[in-house]
């Protein structure tokens, strides 16, 4: 009887801790932190804002690293820690596809910051009128991406202006980092057109690279992830791929290889052998710690990858 009494206290005492402790896990409330907490939707966007910040407030990536954001869909946990953030940063041109009714729904009650909103829209590359039509890889021009962290950084400093000079520190300091970035890739890149080289990737995520350094770049899918290559996609990138005697193209770290695969495939039937090099970072970093964890460490590892698969 005492074995019976112990599995039916079990049975409801077990539910009701979890739910004690389900409490105890949101005492962290706004109130009580030390430091305010910053969610950011990305790793790349993560990064930036932890630059800007430092260590006066926690960011957050709400996406772990190696998540494709074009397909994210947020879960029960994300909306919690949305709703429990001081601060919301996200990238928006719509690369959260999915969380878009969320970010409308939050900015009803909390502070959000779209760092696409700083960008001039004749530096945006559109595929049609429609508002979803926008490019939202800018990061991969690095002076678009300085633009867009020097407005995060302004707004930043609007919703915390006991922070200001600290944080216009901070921006100073970023932005002279990402300017030295930015003549590195400049540079290598000049050596790859020069050689008359074309950049290949899974998807289209290097539009804005090609068009701020001046190199041919293709690719297999659109703008998002969302989009299949169809057949004719796949034989208009290997006729590209055999004309331009292109030596390697490129798989994405976030998106399956076997599309891309297809095209080296299909280029080696045609007598043509090409590499297939990879993975590049491209819509999220590597693992902290790892050369591509960082926004920095992302730009300067795919440029290498870029450099030593397409030059002799």
Not at 67 to 96: C, F, I, M, W
Request: aromatic share 8%; charged share 20%; with cysteine.
């Amino acid at each position: 009887m005492q074995h019976f009494g112990l599995t039916v206290m079990s049975k409801y005492l077990i539910p009701i801790l979890l739910i004690l402790l389900s409490f105890a896990c949101k005492s962290d409330s706004k109130e009580t932190r030390t430091k305010p907490v910053i969610v950011a939707t990305t790793s790349i966007l993560a990064d930036g804002i932890r630059n800007i910040v430092q260590d006066q407030a926690a960011v957050i990536a709400l996406m772990p690293a190696g998540v494709d954001p074009h397909l994210y869909k947020a879960s029960v946990r994300d909306l919690d820690l949305l709703t429990n953030a001081d601060l919301v940063v996200y990238h928006g041109l719509y690369l959260e596809g999915k969380m878009t009714e969320i970010f409308e729904k939050l900015a009803l009650s909390q502070t959000l910051i779209d760092i696409s909103r700083g960008l001039p829209e004749e530096a945006l590359i559109r595929s049609g009128p429609e508002a979803h039509s926008v490019d939202p890889h800018i990061w991969f021009d690095v002076k678009l991406w300085s633009k867009a962290m020097e407005y995060a950084s302004a707004e930043i400093i609007r919703w915390k202006p006991e922070w200001k000079s600290s944080l216009e520190s901070n921006s100073i300091a970023y932005l002279v980092k990402l300017r030295a970035l930015d003549e590195v890739v400049r540079t290598k890149v000049n050596e790859l057109r020069s050689a008359g080289q074309v950049l290949v990737t899974a998807h289209d995520a290097f539009a804005y690279f090609g068009k701020a350094y001046d190199l041919e770049v293709k690719s297999l899918q659109g703008l998002s992830t969302l989009s299949e290559p169809g057949l004719r996609d796949l034989t208009e990138l290997i006729t590209i791929v055999q004309e331009n005697k292109v030596k390697a193209i490129f798989a994405e770290q976030t998106i399956s290889p076997k599309a891309i695969r297809a095209v080296a495939a299909g280029a080696a039937e045609r007598n043509h052998q090409v590499s297939l090099a990879g993975p590049l970072y491209t819509d999220s970093l590597d693992a902290e710690g790892t050369p591509a964890g960082t926004y920095i460490g992302m730009v300067e590892t795919n440029l290498r990858i870029i450099y030593e698969s397409l030059l002799p």
